[in-house]
Structure formats: structure tokens, C-alpha cells
């Protein structure tokens, strides 16, 4: 079952068109990577999925019902850590958990048992430290304990990683991956190896529509499909294929690559008939990065 759908999501603000028709699913328990330059949209998609914006066209379903704006009916079903969360800096993670529960109606119990688990999800148990005193690591891990603390059935989190350094990165993507467990896991990031470590699919949003979209494993396909590297034996036989072919890109001093999988029967052709011979021919593994700089053509 999907847990969000957005379908036909279109978003202006004044004569800037932000969403110009974003449609993408995201299906239950996976961890999903929302990904898009500074100022795709990213922010703004999720204030509409918060209710907290009013969609210019198209819905929004959360668990299966319609968001509506200024309704806060389906943000029960959402945890929701924004870029930077804020926090009583005067109390410990523990009394802030447990404030979180009160503040919900919560029996006691349940609150002790609840800020225990999480305290330990995110690896601040027994820390004793006020919030005053934590790292910008600490505070996006608590702010993920908060956010699940009422077991909501998708966690949303705004560019959870981008201030954080290698180290509190890694934490943060393995609780978002045991998150994984109780939850699904909306995430919005332009770190794309984030997206390579941890996600089973994600959405890449660009000049307001969703320009790729799917598995990590569909992604890769492309990926694999999408580039040929081709290094023949002598360098005149590489510049006599360039000239037949002008859109070869060249490639250290006697390889070209071969950007268009659709012209290589024609490329081996033409190998094959001026009698040029091929050293090597591989598949090239393009990174996720050089995969959306082709997408967003640059
Ligand atoms: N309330 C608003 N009024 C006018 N323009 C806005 C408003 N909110 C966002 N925008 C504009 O919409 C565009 C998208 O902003 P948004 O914050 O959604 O992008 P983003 O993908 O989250 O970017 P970033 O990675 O930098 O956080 C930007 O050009 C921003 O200036």
C-alpha cells in the first residue's frame, strides 16, 4: 500500500511557479529520498503534505485520505523534523520526551516506556547533558525521537544530514534506516550518496516536476544502460571514430564514451567495416551524481 501520494501537485507562489505538476508514491515501509537542488521545492512539497499550505491544483493523500489545508486530520499519521528543530534548551532529552508524551495525554507509563525506547533508537540513553549543550547531530537525533514518539506511519524530515559532519551523518542514516522498522520514511536531501546508502527509492524533483523517479535498483539500470566506454588500439583510429561520430566524447588518450547506448550497433559497424580495432568496450557505471547533472543538463 502506498503511505503518500501526490498526484498532479501544482504550487505558485505570485508569479513564481514553484510545482509546476509533481506526481510521485510512496509505498509503505520504505525509506524514500526526496531529492532536488536548493529551492526545487523541496520544503514547499512538504508544507503541502503537512496541510500547512494550500495546493494551487492537483491532491495529496496521506494513508489514503486527502490532506486539506488548515486541517490537521491526517498529521496524526505524520512525524514531522523540520531543518532546523527547535527544543526547550533548560531540560535534558529525557524530560523533553517526557513533556512531549504529557502534552499528548499520555499515561505516565507509557511515557517512560516510550522515551526509554527512543532514547536508545537514537543513542542518547542515559545522556544527562541539557539541550543547550548538544551538537547539531544530537538535536536532528532527538528531534527524529520526538517526531516518532506518537508512532506516526510516515516520518517526514527536512534535509536531515546537510549540516551535519561525515560522522553525524552516518548516525543519522543508520536511525533512519531502523526507523524503517516502526515507520516510512520520507526524506528530503541534495546529498546523494545519503540517498545511495540508505534509500529503496526515491523521487528527484527538478524545475517543478519530477524528472526521475523510482528503485535505487530501476536507477542504477539506467545507469548501466546509459553510457559505453569504447578504447580502440591506435590514436588515429580513435580520431578517424570521432570524426564519424562527432558526439564521442573523448577519453583519456585512446578511449572515446560513447553517451547514446541506441548508436552503438552503428558505431560497431563502422568498427567493424574500416577494419579499426576495439581494445575495449565497457559498460560505464555512471555515479548518481553524473546521472542528475545529465538529467538537469549540465
Ligand atoms: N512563502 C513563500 N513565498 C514566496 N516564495 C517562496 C515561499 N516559500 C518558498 N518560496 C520560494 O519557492 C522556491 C522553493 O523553495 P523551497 O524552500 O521549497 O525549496 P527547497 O527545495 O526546500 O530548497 P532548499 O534546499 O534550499 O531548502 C524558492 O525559490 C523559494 O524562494
Redesign the pocket.
Given at each position: 500500500m502506498e503511505m503518500l501520494a501526490l498526484n498532479h501537485v501544482k504550487k505558485r507562489?505570485?508569479e513564481?511557479q514553484?510545482l509546476l505538476d509533481v506526481s510521485f508514491c510512496v509505498p509503505e515501509h520504505t525509506v524514500f529520498g526526496f531529492v532536488?537542488?536548493?529551492?526545487?521545492?523541496?520544503?514547499?512539497?512538504m508544507k503541502l503534505i503537512l496541510g500547512l499550505l494550500a495546493c494551487d491544483g492537483g491532491e495529496i493523500t496521506v494513508g489514503g485520505e486527502p490532506v486539506r489545508y488548515g486541517n490537521t486530520r491526517t498529521n496524526r499519521l505524520i512525524g514531522y523534523l523540520p531543518?532546523v528543530p527547535e527544543f526547550y534548551p533548560y531540560m535534558t532529552p529525557a524530560e523533553y520526551l517526557t513533556f512531549c508524551g504529557e502534552i499528548n495525554g499520555m499515561a505516565s507509563g507509557e511515557i517512560k516506556h516510550r522515551t526509554s525506547e527512543l532514547l536508545s533508537l537514537v543513542g542518547l540513553e542515559g545522556e544527562r547533558r541539557r539541550i543547550r549543550g548538544f551538537s547539531r547531530g544530537m538535536k536532528q537525533r532527538l528531534g527524529i525521537a520526538q517526531a516518532l514518539f506518537n508512532r506516526p506511519k510516515l516520518l517526514i524530515c527536512?534535509?536531515p544530514t546537510s549540516a551535519l559532519d561525515p560522522a553525524g551523518r552516518k548516525e543519522l542514516l543508520d536511525i533512519l534506516t531502523a526507523a524503517r522498522e516502526q515507520t516510512t520514511v520520507l526524506f528530503?536531501t541534495?546529498i546523494l550518496s545519503d540517498v545511495e546508502h540508505i534509500c529503496d527509492e526515491m523521487a528527484f524533483?527538478h524545475e517543478g516536476k519530477i524528472a526521475l523517479q523510482g528503485s535505487l535498483e530501476e536507477i542504477r539500470r539506467i545507469r548501466e544502460e546509459a553510457a559505453m566506454e569504447l578504447e580502440l588500439e591506435r590514436p588515429e583510429d580513435c580520431k578517424e571514430l570521432k570524426a564519424a561520430f562527432p558526439f564521442l566524447k573523448p577519453l583519456g588518450s585512446n578511449g572515446l564514451l560513447l553517451e547514446k547506448s541506441e548508436a552503438l550497433p552503428e558505431v560497431l559497424r563502422f568498427l567493424a567495416d574500416r577494419r579499426l580495432s576495439l581494445r575495449r568496450m565497457e559498460r560505464r557505471e555512471m555515479s548518481l551524481e553524473e546521472l542528475f547533472m545529465e538529467v538537469i543538463g549540465k
Open positions: 507562489f505570485g513564481k514553484v532536488g537542488q536548493n529551492g526545487a521545492g523541496k520544503t514547499t512539497s531543518d527536512d534535509e528530503s541534495h524533483l
